[in-house]
């Protein structure tokens, strides 16, 4: 008897180590885990201990175990877990619908056509564990499907949509399989199955339809950057042809300007000679001078504004660019890449205290575009599973776009990127995109 009770609570305890290795490797899937060693440790230990009070609380009433059972789940995944709150509402809520649909489905089949070969304390026990091998293999084909997909925040809006379909399956199921208890009747265990089937389908589709949102938000984005970007171009292109345009008429203009200037010079008067000089400047537009003159206007135009732009914030920019006028990229493609590194390497330059700079080098050799971003920072990078930088951003929905972007855009080229951080609050990226190979 003693030796039966031993390994009933033993069996009990492996399964909900097994219940905790469930725990932590589906959220590994969709959540980067907290920096530090006790994070997870501490998550895990709080699941744990539900688990272990699930078997002493049975007197509770169901809607409050189940509710207890999300919230201390929610609860560790955000003590062990990196991410937003709503996406964890989300990815918790249907971990324990998919869970409650798989066990009602065991509990069906082992009732129906097992029960007789089965004693009735191994009943539960094997119940349960296949419930989680079951879960098990379903994670293992959500790893397949997420596990290179960044994770994107929804909006408020599509959580609470999505939350509302496993919440909602958690009731129905629920009351479902109370109806059909009190029925006690084949048929009733048998529609229950049914609908335990449909509503465990509907649950996993979530999946697809994050992705499908997701995907929506992340082109929507893109758009948005793109176009942003190619206003800035054409915007910057504006002015060039303005300048080209005042040039001309200041070389039309030169012949009487040097004869001007010759005469002060043959009458030695040097003021009158650096006076003049810089009235002719100024009324041709060439009191600002372009940083980079290489002819390729979606280059010049971006490093001209954000050369400006980090002036103006008392950052040191240096440029060295050897480039041709025409390349076999697409200019939107170059201003969206240039546009988003540039963008970036301002906004962390900004915040270092002390000496600020930007070194930016182009150069085209043999069809390829190799480009290096160097600049100054302050605090820590933060990096996703894939070694590739998170947007530290208090709004990084919106602004988490820009590397993202800049990795597909590269990517269309067959080009590389590289982040260096090696060394302290230096930040060095290098591009190299491949002529051909669109």
Known sequence: M??????LYGTEILLIIFAVYLFSCYFDIFFTRRRGKGTLITGCIIF???QLMILSVSALPVYANISITIIVT?????????GGFWNKCIFTFVFNAIWMMIET????VLSSYCNQFIYPQAYEILGSFISKLLFL?????LKKVFMNDEIKELSVKYSVMLVLIPTGSIYVMNEIFLFSYKINSNRANFHSAIAAIILLCMNVL?????????DDLRLRRMTSVYEQQLELCERHQQEREISTL????????MKNSLVSILAYAESGECEKIIGFVNEVMEEGGMTISTITNSGNIVIDSLIGYWYVTAKKKGIDFTVNISIPMKMPFKGADICLILGNLLENAVEAAEKVEGKKYIKIQMKYDKNNLLLFVMNNYKGQLVKIKDKRLKSTKSDAGNHGVGLPSVYRA??????TVVVDDSVSERFLIRVVLYGGQE
């Open 2 to 7: 003693l030796m039966s009770k031993v390994l």
């Open 48 to 50: 744990t201990v539900w």
């Open 74 to 82: 929610l609860i560790s995944v955000m003590t062990a877990y990196e």
């Open 105 to 108: 489905l065991s509990g069906y």
């Open 137 to 141: 293999i379903l994670i293992f084909a």
């Open 206 to 214: 979530i999946f697809y339809i994050y992705m499908k949102l997701t």
């Open 246 to 253: 005042q040039l001309r008429d200041v070389r039309h203009n």
């Open 410 to 415: 590269v990517h269309k080229y067959h080009g």
